[in-house]
Nanobody, 117 residues
Framework: EVQLVESGGGLVQPGGSLRLSCAASGFSFRYSAMSWVRQNSGKGLEWVSG????????RYADSVKGRFTISRDNAKNTLYLQLNSLKTEDTAMYYC??????????RGQGTQVTVSS
């Protein structure tokens, strides 16, 4: 059974940083492209970033480019998202998901990021 467990969210002031983690199990993580998506209350899912199975190819939504960094550790079956220079509009529930860019794919339960002064 595929399991994706996100952690690392929290309350942070504008301009602050957070590092999200996603522990994966139940499938061949090292051979799977992965992504992060987010959902703000009242809005639909938004793709944030994707990474290929080896970690050599990454892509970002324009809204986070230059501020967020996706990475992975295949030895630990873990996906990461470093969030820097956070803005209030980054407030959302963040999910890790299977696949590079597929809003319909399997994702975890999410971790809440709240950016507020």
């Amino acid at each position: 059974e595929v399991q994706l467990v996100e952690s690392g969210g929290g309350l942070v002031q504008p301009g602050g940083s957070l590092r999200l983690s996603c522990a994966a199990s139940g499938f061949s993580f090292r051979y799977s492209a992965m992504s992060w998506v987010r959902q703000n209350s009242g809005k639909g899912l938004e793709w944030v970033s994707g990474i290929d199975s080896g970690g050599g190819i990454t892509r970002y939504a324009d809204s986070v480019k230059g501020r967020f960094t996706i990475s992975r550790d295949n030895a630990k079956n873990t996906l990461y998202l470093q969030l820097n220079s956070l803005k209030t509009e980054d407030t959302a529930m963040y999910y890790c998901a299977l696949g590079f860019k597929n809003l319909e794919s399997t994702r975890g339960q999410g971790t809440q990021v709240t950016v507020s002064s």
